[in-house]
């Protein structure tokens, strides 16, 4: 889900569905808002705090009060997957997704041969800590400051004894 979405929510109002508004939900609902997004502990620019959506990251960012945990750029860029897949049944969604992918995806179609190509794992990665967790044996856990996100996709981090910002830094090879 990109940050456009949750800044939707954030700004949402009681309806029909919920006498809550989106921010009071977040709040009520969600234990911890993991973030694949930025490079830590800091970044010039990363598609998913820019992507077009100038001031999304900052409105998302100062406006969620649960914890945030920072899944970055850095994380995922260097543990490539997918090609494994080649050899799994070509009518299973995985298959086919990826397939798709390799094919359509502007930074990698132009290498495509017919065949599923590795890929960073960004969004892996958040996925991972999101239902596995893994502090201590994936990666470690930097808390203690607060992500300041800018307006052109960059980030940094800066000392705040009382943030409930965290990022991960991998700790296996």
């Given at each position: 889900m990109d940050l456009k979405n949750i800044d939707n929510l954030i700004n949402s109002?009681?309806?029909s569905l919920s006498n809550l508004s989106g921010k009071d939900l977040i709040e009520k609902k969600v234990k911890e808002f993991v973030v694949m997004g930025g490079k830590y502990p800091e970044g010039d620019w990363e598609w998913n705090f820019e992507g077009g959506l100038k001031g999304v990251t900052k409105s998302?960012?100062?406006?969620?009060?649960v914890p945030i945990t920072f899944s970055g750029y850095e994380l995922g860029v260097d543990i490539k997957t997918a090609e494994i897949f080649n050899i799994i049944e070509h009518n299973t969604?995985?298959?086919v997704e990826f397939m798709y992918f390799s094919q359509n995806?502007?930074?990698?179609k132009e290498n495509f041969k017919g065949k599923i190509l590795n890929n960073s794992t960004y969004?892996?990665?958040a996925v991972l800590y999101s239902?596995?967790?893994g502090i201590g044996l994936y990666w470690d856990k930097v808390s203690g400051?607060?992500?300041i996100p800018d307006e052109i996709g960059g980030n940094k981090w800066i000392k705040n004894n009382k943030s409930n910002h965290s990022y991960l830094v991998l700790k296996m090879d």
């Open positions: 109002k009681s309806d998302v960012i100062y406006n969620i009060s969604p995985l298959y995806a502007p930074w990698i969004d892996q990665t239902v596995r967790n400051e607060i992500c």
